[in-house]
């Protein structure tokens, strides 16, 4: 009750309450990882069902693409942490530097993704087409849950920087600072999330050949 | 958004925000407004899926055509379920009478994230206008059965995407209504408020928000996983690219078995909360009722492959979810006695809440049994898809939560709206519709039994009385349904004014707040020291217990 009372005796509907949040934060992020729980489930179904044709599809994904993917990821996972040990010093700018570093990593994952899926349909792989019909039914599942499970992983980067990128202008704005970041905290699990299912995708597609 | 003390200590429905009119409803982030858009929007939708129901009683009502196209009848048949499904029975207490009590009964100002509750309400408006429009578009309303089947949704040409995305946009309202509701019982709870303190209404709405954020992103990506399959044809569901239709129905009942218990819960604490009332009684084995929705809740997980006897499974995996079927039955077996025990001995007062809840117990009780029967192995196989399953659900969801819904409207309509409305038009209402509901939907046991498949536009001869006879009901039904809806609109304006709190004598928070509720809720501070069935000086029960010991 207290909460929803403000210093200067006024009320609103929309209170304070840093625990409350990060728990609504974390139940999302469970939401969130559910959701694509449905497509592990269906990966791990057809894995089952055609081991064989898994591992030779996975030998045609370039390694070190995902593994450069894979470090950028983990890193932007450290400068957006920093970040938040920053304003919770109240280094302003030293804080709006490390979300900008994270935002240009992101931004880094997705050119990355960009070359590689072109290169992958450059060389006709992409669903419905003639060159996977003729690799059979495994490998055109494998192409077909990599596709969908990268291209959702890949809108949740894009969200994320969206969100990183508005956290920059309220941390610009002091609307985030060293009182009151739970906004950033929030992006920041969020962004680990966003990091924590592509730890999970790089080895069922890439390292499993 | 902010203004002093003084100014919100007024009703909430005269409460002058930044703006007024139509924009201070659908800008306003006062859980009791955003109630009442849901309330007034799945009216609306009710109402479309009402007449849908009607046009498709009315073609069945002889066989052959009678007045319109097979394919007509599909669409109303898919649309109908989609409509009655996520925009009536899913949202109807939750996201109305939730949104609502929910705060109030745990002793908060609002919910936890009141600006989230009202994008809620945004994504579930987007989504039902999608779904709706997936009518008029061009390509014809979709076909699939509110179920989209693999592999008819992906080779249909009808709008079945916008369908689909109406129903992961209504999905992801769900949860987020949901994470709102976990938290704000976590965090808002009254000073002397414990979890064994809560109000039944309150663990109920509290056992289903659990099921919301854990089961509705299933849904999300495996309607995802449609529309991708119906705009790229990946092949996961399709057997012709190596992928395997029945991970598309497994996928789907994972969460649209749970979803039937987000329907029901809800309900059934709406009747734990009005039973002890109109029977000034303590309710009997509280902790029981309130453990039985978790248990519920966790149990109502674990059955969903019971939907899919029929569509290859291992006889294992059969037998186990049988009998995981089976103990469902236990929990709601145990919140059915409870409810009855409560009233034996009770001072009962035979006002529309109470008729609803018995109307409830009742029709649950039919629909429950008859849901046992498709549950054991060999006769599922001859009533699966049958009419049988159509009455059964329709026992379980309209005769179950949507009588619910009916009691909550009149337990708390004079509470939420400060008018009451005509008691006497109530009760008939409820007579009709009760007599309506029956003649409706019992036909449906028999001629499932003897044959009749559902979602068939023709039929046999020799199933013409019972269609005859439940096309009948369905006009008296919705005779019914005029009559109190007809009664409560005219309340709003007419009825006679309440401004009394507790006016039917109940122990649970929202009995202390100002009728209607202030912005805030409340006018002072509340405090709980008591459970909240406790009729600890109850004047009637007392001297009688007296004279019965003497």
Known sequence: MSNSTSAEGTMEHAHRDDAGSRLGMWLFLFTELLLFSGLFLTYAVYKFTYPDEFHAAAKELNTLFGALNTIILLTSSLTIALSIVAISRGQKYLSIFFQLMTIAMALGFMVNKYFEWSAKIGHGIYPGSETLQDKGHGQTLFFGLYYTMTGLHGIHVIVGMVLIALMTFWTWKEKINADTFVRLESAGLYWHLVDIIWIFLFPLFYLIS | ?550
């Open chain 2, 1 to 550: 958004m902010s203004s002093t003390t003084s100014d919100v200590n007024v009703s909430y429905l005269d409460y002058k925000g930044k703006h007024s009119g139509l924009l201070g409803w659908i800008t306003s982030v006062d859980h009791k407004r955003i109630a009442i858009l849901y309330l007034v929007s799945m009216l609306v939708f009710f109402s479309v899926g009402v007449t849908f129901g009607f046009l498709m009683r009315l073609e069945l009502i002889a066989p052959g055509k009678t007045i319109m196209e097979p394919q007509t009848y599909n669409a109303i048949f898919t649309l109908h379920g989609l409509i009655m499904i996520f925009l009536f029975i899913i949202p109807g207490l939750p996201a109305v009478f939730g949104n609502f009590f929910l705060p109030i009964m745990v002793g908060a100002p609002d919910v936890a994230f009141p600006r989230l509750n009202l994008f809620s309400w945004y994504l579930f408006i987007i989504g039902g206008l999608l779904a709706i429009a997936s009518i008029f578009m061009p390509g014809g309303a979709p076909d699939t059965g509110w179920t989209f089947y693999i592999p008819y949704s992906i080779r249909t040409t009808t709008n079945v995407i916008p369908a689909l995305f109406g129903a992961v946009l209504l999905g992801f309202s769900s949860i987020l209504t949901g994470i709102n509701f976990v938290v704000t019982v976590h965090r808002l709870r009254a000073k002397g408020m414990t979890f064994w303190k809560m109000p039944l209404f309150v663990w109920s709405t509290y056992a289903t928000a659990w099921i919301q954020v854990l089961v509705t992103p299933i849904i999300g990506i495996t309607l995802l996983m449609v529309i991708v399959e119906r705009t790229l044809g990946v092949g996961m569901f399709d057997p012709a690219l190596g992928g395997d239709p029945v991970l598309f129905q497994h996928l789907f009942w994972i969460y649209s078995h749970p979803a039937v218990y987000i329907m029901i819960i809800p309900a059934m604490g709406v009747i734990s909360e009005v039973i002890p009332v109109f029977a000034q009684r303590t309710i009997f084995g509280y902790k029981f009722v309130a453990g039985s929705s978790i248990a519920i809740a966790f149990l109502g997980s674990l059955v969903w492959a019971h939907h899919m006897f029929t569509a290859g499974m291992s006889n294992t995996a059969m037998i186990i979810f049988s009998a995981l079927t089976f103990m469902v039955s236990i929990p709601s077996a145990i919140k059915v006695f409870n409810w009855v025990a409560t009233l034996y001995k009770g001072s009962i007062r035979t006002e529309p809440p109470l008729l609803f809840a018995l109307g409830f117990i009742f029709l649950f009780a039919i629909g429950g049994f008859t849901g046992l029967i498709p549950g054991a192995l060999s006769v599922n196989l001859n009533i699966h898809d049958t009419s049988f399953i159509v009455g059964h659900f329709h026992y379980v969801m309209f005769g179950g939560t949507g009588f619910g819904i009916f009691a909550a409207m009149h337990y708390w309509w004079p509470k939420m709206f400060g008018r009451m409305y005509n008691r006497t038009a109530a009760k008939t209402g409820f007579w009709v519709l009760f007599t309506g509901f029956n003649l409706l939907y019992f036909p449906m046991f028999i001629m499932g039994w003897l044959g009749m498949p559902r979602r068939y536009y023709d039929y046999l001869p020799e199933f013409h009385i019972y269609h005859l006879i439940s096309t009948v009901g369905s006009w008296i039904l919705i005779t019914g349904l005029t009559i109190l809806f007809t009664n409560l609109i005219h309340a709003l304006r007419k009825g006679e004014k309440v401004t009394e709190r507790n006016y039917w004598n109940g122990e649970t928070l929202e009995w202390i707040t100002p009728t209607p509720p202030y912005v805030f809720n409340f006018d002072k501070e509340p405090v709980v020291e008591a459970g909240p069935y406790e009729y600890k000086r109850n004047d009637v029960l007392e001297p009688a217990l007296e004279e019965e010991k003497a």
